[in-house]
């Protein structure tokens, strides 16, 4: 069987079911909310999201590579561009866009300007230190490791915060050899 | 954390985006602004949907699913009480609690799950049963209930001997709160509870406060 052509990030968009994305942001909001209430740290609650990105992201990569077809990248610099071009787009329904390359090629700035997460949110001044969109590093973090790749994800813009973007810095912190995909830490 | 201001201009004129598509298929609209609705991947939703039951359950409140429960059921309560609010900002107030409950199963109902409940049921006493033949959210989790655990699936601790009947309770707790969010930015006070002896159809029971 021929190997099939990989699908751009708006036809699998289009492809897929979507929901009203009101909903999902609404959802989002009154979940962090409810963890400030609970966990009363901010920086527990950024853990926490980042905890739970992980581990939606090693689930949600097997429907991205199920719905993609694209074959294994050849390099970082070409999985950088997949996350933000097919990845954002299938999901979250923006494209994102990657810059800042270092001279190896192992790390990057994934710039978001438009994110439904934050649709009408407002952070207030008793959640200083919230990273709000925390959720997104752990579901690039979990996706990455599941392709066999360590990366650490940090925050250098944030929209909420006053900045005019959302700018992730990925940085791949070595390729996990392919026998044992399951890492059982974190 | 969510502010009620609206970025489009008008809400009452909408137009579902459908990227890839045509959108000029209704000549009739070309008069009235066309707002997009942004979407996401209903992926998504489903599975922070499963993380949120998984981290309270699992993790924060483990071995107390009463809790983990009334978590969840508040994070629903607050999105039910946004979404109302939103839905109903340009209408009269509902005469009655009929009207309300109709408008949940019509137009709320249709905003989020893309169609209507199918069935309404009422004692005409303050209890309504709100059906629908195929919730969404349950069609896409593996349900597989031991006859003991069917039925009204709203105790927690009778929950906890059978896994799967916990899993799907407490994603329940959910929707449950969304409802009651939505009717209580309504002003009718209600408790909400899920019954699914009778899949793929979930039924949603509202008992109103007197």
């Known amino acids: 069987m021929a190997p099939l052509a990989p699908k751009s990030g708006d036809a699998i968009f289009a492809s897929v079911e979507r929901v009203n994305a009101e909903l999902f942001t609404l959802t989002y909001g009154a979940m962090v909310r409810q963890l400030i209430t609970d966990l009363e740290e901010v920086e527990e609650v950024n853990k926490q999201l980042d905890q739970m990105g992980y581990n939606i992201g090693i689930r949600l990569v097997d429907e991205f590579l199920a719905k993609s077809n694209v074959s294994r990248c050849v390099d970082f610099k070409e999985t950088a561009e997949v996350i933000a071009k097919v990845g954002f787009k299938m999901f979250l329904g923006v494209t994102a866009s990657v810059t800042n390359w270092d001279v190896e090629g192992t790390t990057c700035s994934i710039i978001l300007e438009d994110n439904p997460l934050v649709d009408f949110v407002e952070l207030p001044d008793t959640c200083q230190g919230l990273y709000y969109c925390n959720i997104l590093s752990g579901v690039i973090r979990g996706s990455l490791e599941m392709v066999s790749m360590k990366t650490e994800v940090t925050w250098l813009r944030d929209m909420l915060r006053g900045d005019d973007v959302f700018e992730l810095q990925v940085k791949l912190l070595k390729q996990i050899p392919e026998e044992y995909p399951y890492k059982d830490d974190e | ?210």
């Open chain 2, 1 to 210: 954390m969510n502010k009620h201001t609206d970025r489009f201009t008008d809400k009452k004129k909408r137009l579902h985006r459908d990227s890839g598509l045509n959108s000029d298929q209704n000549p009739g609209r070309s008069r009235q602004v066309a707002i997009m609705v942004r979407e996401v991947s209903e992926s998504c939703l489903e599975t922070l949907l499963t993380e949120i039951v998984s981290s309270y359950c699992n993790g924060f409140y483990a071995n107390k699913p009463e809790l983990a429960a009334r978590r969840i059921e508040a994070i629903g309560f607050q999105v039910g009480h946004q979404l109302s609010e939103r839905y109903t900002m340009d209408r009269p107030r509902f005469t009655d609690h009929l009207d309300a409950i109709k408008f949940i199963c019509k137009d709320f109902w249709s905003e989020l799950f893309k169609k209507q409940i199918d069935n309404l049921k009422t004692n005409h006493r303050g209890t309504f049963v709100l059906q629908d033949n195929r919730f969404r959210w349950l069609a896409h989790m593996s349900v597989d209930l031991s006859a003991e655990a069917s039925g009204s699936i709203q105790d927690p601790s009778a929950m906890a001997d059978n896994k799967e009947a916990q899993a799907t309770g407490m994603h329940l707790y959910f929707p449950c709160g969304i409802i009651r969010g939505a009717l209580s930015n309504l002003g009718i006070q209600c408790a909400v509870s899920a019954d699914i002896s009778n899949l793929p159809a979930c039924s949603f029971v509202v008992r109103i406060k007197a």
